[in-house]
């Protein structure tokens, strides 16, 4: 990735310049991503595979992008890094749509995007789901986004308290095993969270069929 990011930070205007992933092969646990990168105006878009190996997890769009990042310190590996707690609530007062929008303000703030409510939420994040009952598993949050919930709904009318945490994992086809250092590769809207990264101009002789 070295060469990329050097390329990026020499040569890519933000003003003008774009990302956008074109095609994506996937092979079992490794991606290979084809992005093309228009650099600044008047040039002509060049062509960069990254291999992603270790493949967890991955949202792709082909919408143009002003950004593209590395990193080992995200927001989006909080559900590969901290035990998952699960709330229970009973005695449940509160209208259903402040109780989801407490929890789906929750998860933005942590999470910096909207969708992961729909992985921690028990059931579907709708308004007819668990938010409208009067007791029950509200869902499995990562540790430090239970914790922005339970202080959120600490003055309302729901008494709500997490289980001990659950260490998480992946399934190696005998049993759970905590996941491998994980990094974050971010293209705009578009992420692949997995244990390595690596690029190199497209060379369209040697492409997949």
Same mark, same amino acid.
């Given at each position: 990735?070295?060469?990329?990011?050097?390329?990026?930070?020499?040569?890519?205007?933000?003003?003008?310049?774009?990302?956008?992933?074109?095609?994506?092969?996937?092979?079992?646990?490794?991606?290979?991503?084809? /992005?093309?990168?228009?650099?600044?105006?008047?040039?002509?878009?060049?062509?960069?595979?990254?291999?992603?190996?270790? /493949?967890?997890?991955? %949202?792709?769009?082909?919408?143009?992008?002003?950004? %593209?990042?590395?990193?080992?310190?995200?927001?989006?590996?909080?559900?590969?890094?901290?035990?998952? %707690?699960?709330?229970?609530?009973?005695?449940?007062?509160?209208?259903?749509?402040?109780?989801?929008?407490? /929890?789906?303000?929750?998860?933005?703030?942590?999470?910096?995007?909207?969708?992961?409510?729909?992985?921690?939420?028990?059931?579907?994040?709708?308004?007819?789901?668990? #938010?409208?009952?009067?007791?029950?598993?509200? *869902?499995?949050?990562?540790?430090?986004?239970?914790?922005?919930?339970?202080?959120?709904?600490?003055?309302?009318?729901?008494?709500?308290?997490?289980?001990?945490?659950?260490?998480?994992?992946?399934?190696?086809?005998?049993?759970? #095993?905590?996941?491998?250092?994980?990094? #974050?590769?971010?293209?705009? *809207?578009?992420?692949?969270?997995?244990?390595?990264?690596?690029? /190199?101009?497209?060379?369209?002789?040697?492409?997949?069929?």
């Amino acid at each position: 990735m070295k060469q990329l990011f050097e390329r990026i930070s020499s040569d890519f205007d933000d003003a003008e310049g774009y990302f956008s992933v074109v095609e994506v092969h996937r092979f079992a646990e490794e991606l290979k991503l084809v /992005v093309a990168m228009r650099f600044h105006d008047g040039m002509q878009p060049e062509l960069w595979e990254i291999q992603c190996s270790g /493949v967890v997890h991955q %949202l792709l769009s082909s919408d143009f992008a002003t950004q %593209l990042s590395e990193t080992a310190e995200s927001a989006l590996l909080l559900p590969y890094i901290e035990p998952r %707690l699960s709330i229970m609530f009973a005695r449940n007062a509160m209208a259903p749509e402040a109780l989801l929008g407490i /929890v789906c303000s929750c998860c933005i703030e942590a999470m910096g995007r909207p969708e992961f409510i729909t992985q921690f939420i028990n059931g579907t994040a709708t308004l007819s789901g668990i #938010v409208s009952s009067a007791f029950g598993l509200l *869902g499995r949050f990562p540790e430090s986004l239970a914790a922005n919930i339970l202080a959120a709904l600490k003055t309302q009318p729901i008494q709500a308290h997490a289980l001990p945490g659950v260490t998480p994992g992946s399934w190696n086809g005998s049993q759970y #095993v905590a996941y491998p250092a994980l990094r #974050v590769l971010n293209i705009g *809207g578009s992420y692949v969270i997995a244990e390595r990264f690596s690029a /190199v101009p497209f060379d369209r002789a040697k492409a997949v069929p």
